[in-house]
C-alpha cells in the first residue's frame, strides 16, 4: 500500500508541476485536493513490516530534502540516516 500511496504522491506532485506551467488554476486546484488527500494517508500509513516502514521513512527524507536547494550536508544527513536504517533493517 505504501508504495501505491508515493507512487500516486509522486505522480500527483508531477501532474501539479505540468498544470502550474499551464497555468490551469482549475486543474491546480482539484490536483491539490488530491494530493493533500494522498499526503494525509501517507502520514497516517502504519507501516506492516520494516521494507514498508524503510519505504515510509524513505519517502519522507527526500520529501524533506530534494524537493529544495538544501546544502550539501543535509544531502550527505540524509544519507548517513537511510544507511543506518537500512543496516539496522537488513539484521
Given amino acids: 500500500m505504501i508504495s501505491q500511496l508515493i507512487t500516486q504522491f509522486n505522480e500527483l506532485s508531477d501532474s501539479i508541476e505540468s ?9 491546480i486546484t482539484a490536483l491539490d ?4 488527500n494522498v499526503w494525509n494517508q501517507v502520514l497516517n500509513y502504519e507501516p506492516s513490516d520494516e521494507k514498508k516502514s524503510y519505504l515510509l521513512i524513505e ?4 520529501h524533506l530534502v530534494e ?5 550539501e550536508s543535509e544531502k550527505h544527513a540524509k544519507h ?3 544507511t543506518i536504517l537500512n543496516d539496522h533493517f537488513e539484521q
Avoid: G
Fill in 19 to 27: 498544470a502550474v506551467l499551464t497555468d490551469d488554476h482549475t486543474l
Fill in 33 to 36: 485536493e488530491q494530493i493533500s
Fill in 59 to 62: 519517502f519522507l527524507l527526500n
Fill in 67 to 71: 524537493k529544495r536547494d538544501v546544502r
Fill in 80 to 82: 548517513r540516516i537511510l
